[in-house]
Structures are given as structure tokens and as C-alpha cells.
């Protein structure tokens, strides 16, 4: 079956160290990308990736790293930078900027807990 | 900029009473438009979508959506509400020649009261 992984479901880290969260898809999607969620404040785009080996800072990357050396993985460091971490993190990917398909397909997420 | 606001966090409705939700969005081109539904701890399902053509769009598990170019809204509405539809239901807008980046608005809690 074709979709979107997010691994793992639940994350527990302590203040002060990064943590990757992983997403891979098998859909040859050409862009990807990456969304906080909070509750009542719906999804904020961290950062966006349309082809490898590049990618785009969204409305809120200030503490996130991203990086997309392949085209089914775009993995999400959250780095101790980032001042408020804990949060349902979610990956999605779609066509690309070729194609006029806009719709993203959207992966599990995960549960970042900070404490 | 491209915005979206749905109006209402929180609905709740009885089962089998009609399902409505709004949204309205601003957009300086014409927009694509899209609903999607969400599970507590899950993901993100697309309901339906609008690109072009008919305004008036059909999606899964009954419920469908009318864009409205005069009013800036594209509404979701069921007829009969069911137990399963409690969820979180989001609005997205998309503005071609954008990245395919989508903007969404800041969800509506569907209740539904036996």
C-alpha cells in the first residue's frame, strides 16, 4: 500500500536535547512537507520540500532543521532552539509544483513531549 | 496573502440532524479548496475538493461542499449527522503557482448527541 510513514507515534525527550522525527513515503511524490498542530491554532507549515536536495522555510522553521537527500525521506531535527517543542507533528507530501494536483496526503504524526 | 477562517471551534449537532461548517477564505486569484477530516491522534483525510468546474462538490462519507465566489465561502454540509463523524474537520486553501502549499484554517470540534 502507498502512504506516508511517521516514526515513532509517541516521543518523550528531556529540555535542552534534539530529536529527529522521521517521515518516508512511497507515493514518488515529489514535495513534502512538514506541520506543527496546536490545539485551536490548526496547521502551521515548519518547512517544505519540492524536489531533493532542496527545500523552503514555511511560517514558523525558527529551531527546526530539515534535510531531503532523498526523495522518499524528509526527516525533522527539532533542535533545543526551539522554545516551545511539545506538539503533534505532522508530515505530508504531494505531486509536486509540476503537476496541478494541490491535495497532500497527510502521515499519522507524531507526539512530541518535551519536558 | 491567502487566509482561511472557519467560523465556530466548536460544533455539536444530534445524530441525524443536518452537519454544517463554515469556512471562508481570501484569496486574490482564484483559489483551489479543499476539506479534510481528522481523528483524535491521527492524521489528516482528504473529504473533498474543489479546483475548477462544478461549484458544488461531492466527497466521502455523504458530505459535500459548495464554493461560493460571490461570498468567498466553501461551506461543508451532511444531511444526517452520524455517531462516526465526530472529528475535527479543517479547511484549506491553495493558490496555484504557490508551491502547492495549502493554508489552513484553525479547525471546528464536530460533536454529534445521541
Known amino acids: 500500500d502507498g502512504g506516508i510513514t511517521q516514526s515513532p507515534k509517541y516521543l518523550f525527550r528531556k529540555e535542552g536535547q534534539n530529536v529527529t522525527l522521521s517521515c518516508e513515503q512511497n507515493?514518488?511524490?515529489?514535495?513534502m512537507y512538514w506541520y506543527r498542530q496546536d490545539p485551536g491554532q490548526g496547521l502551521r507549515l515548519i518547512y517544505y520540500?519540492?524536489?531533493?536536495?532542496?527545500?523552503q522555510k514555511g511560517d514558523i522553521a525558527e529551531g527546526y532543521s530539515v534535510s531531503r537527500e532523498k526523495k522518499e525521506s524528509f526527516p525533522l531535527t527539532v533542535t533545543s532552539a526551539q522554545k516551545n517543542p511539545t506538539a503533534f507533528y505532522l508530515c505530508?507530501?504531494?505531486?509536486?509544483?509540476?503537476?496541478?494536483?494541490?491535495?497532500?496526503?497527510f502521515g499519522p504524526g507524531t507526539r512530541l513531549t518535551v519536558t | 496573502a491567502q487566509s482561511v477562517t472557519q467560523l465556530g471551534s466548536h460544533v455539536s449537532v444530534s445524530e441525524g440532524a443536518l452537519v454544517l461548517l463554515r469556512c471562508n477564505y481570501s484569496?486574490?486569484?482564484?483559489?483551489?479548496l479543499f476539506w479534510y477530516v481528522q481523528y483524535p491522534n491521527q492524521g489528516l483525510q482528504l473529504l473533498l475538493k474543489?479546483?475548477?468546474?462544478?461549484?458544488l462538490v461531492k466527497g466521502i462519507n455523504g458530505f459535500e461542499a459548495e464554493f461560493k465566489k460571490s461570498e468567498t465561502s466553501f461551506h461543508l454540509t451532511k444531511p444526517s449527522a452520524h455517531m462516526s463523524d465526530a472529528a475535527e474537520y479543517f479547511c484549506?486553501?491553495?493558490?496555484?503557482?504557490?508551491?502547492?502549499?495549502?493554508?489552513f484554517g484553525a479547525g471546528t470540534i464536530l460533536r454529534v448527541k445521541s
Open positions: 484569496s486574490s486569484v482564484p483559489p483551489y
Open positions: 505530508a507530501s504531494n505531486s509536486g509544483p509540476q503537476t496541478s494536483s494541490y491535495e497532500q496526503y
Open positions: 484549506a486553501v491553495s493558490v496555484r503557482g504557490y508551491g502547492n502549499k495549502l493554508v
Open positions: 520540500s519540492q524536489i531533493v536536495n532542496d527545500f
Open positions: 507515493l514518488n511524490h515529489d514535495a
Open positions: 474543489y479546483t475548477t468546474g462544478a461549484t
